[in-house]
């Protein structure tokens, strides 16, 4: 019923920039928490930033002064930007929503993006 989408991932080089977006679509009646994760090959899925409905963010400490989470409801997308990327930030990354489905009321579920690839490389 619900999907998220993501696009924007790529190659990129060492010190370089890349925008995410993912865009949720179905029947949905609110979405609350959005966020983006990221795994990397042989590693557990981190979390990288949230962003609740209110505005309330969240960050992985690493990530915070190079990463910035953004979200437009009236569109149902969540942005990650990306900035300095290094090496390190080689990885798939999904984005997640707490949504409620409309007739389904009150509580919300999680639902993931298939990923994104995003390779940072000279």
């Known amino acids: 019923q619900v999907q998220l989408v993501e696009s924007g991932g790529g190659l990129v080089q060492p010190g370089g920039s890349l925008r995410l977006s993912c865009e949720a679509s179905?029947?949905?009646?609110?979405?609350?928490?959005m966020g983006w994760y990221r795994q990397a090959p042989g590693k557990e899925r981190e979390l990288v930033a949230t962003i609740a409905a209110t505005g309330s963010l969240n960050y992985a400490d690493s990530l915070k002064d190079r990463f910035l989470i953004s979200r437009d409801n009236a569109k149902n997308t969540v942005y990650l930007q990306m900035n300095s990327l290094k090496a390190e930030d080689t990885a798939v990354y999904y984005c997640?929503?707490?949504?409620?489905?409309?007739?389904?009321?009150?509580?919300?579920?999680?639902?993931w993006g298939k990923g994104t690839l995003v390779t940072v490389s000279s």
């Open positions: 179905g029947s949905i009646f609110r979405i609350n928490g």
């Open positions: 997640n929503a707490k949504i409620i489905l409309s007739g389904t009321g009150p509580f919300a579920r999680d639902y």
